[in-house]
């Protein structure tokens, strides 16, 4: 998955966890949390 399409996935499955995220992708939930925060707003 693109970091694109895991932000896409993960704004569209609101009650899915990072943990749960993880596991899907392989990615480490550090690396989760820069992927979906990249480029937000705060």
Same mark, same amino acid.
């Given at each position: =998955?693109? /970091?694109?399409? #895991? %932000? @896409?996935?993960?704004? &569209? /499955?609101?009650? =899915?966890? *990072? %943990? @749960? *995220?993880?596991?899907?992708?392989?990615? &480490? #939930?550090?690396? *989760?949390?820069?992927i #979906?925060? @990249?480029?937000?707003? #705060?």
């Amino acid at each position: =998955m693109t /970091h694109d399409e #895991i %932000r @896409e996935y993960y704004d &569209s /499955h609101l009650n =899915m966890t *990072l %943990r @749960e *995220l993880s596991q899907m992708t392989g990615l &480490s #939930i550090p690396v *989760l949390k820069a992927i #979906i925060l @990249e480029g937000a707003v #705060i």
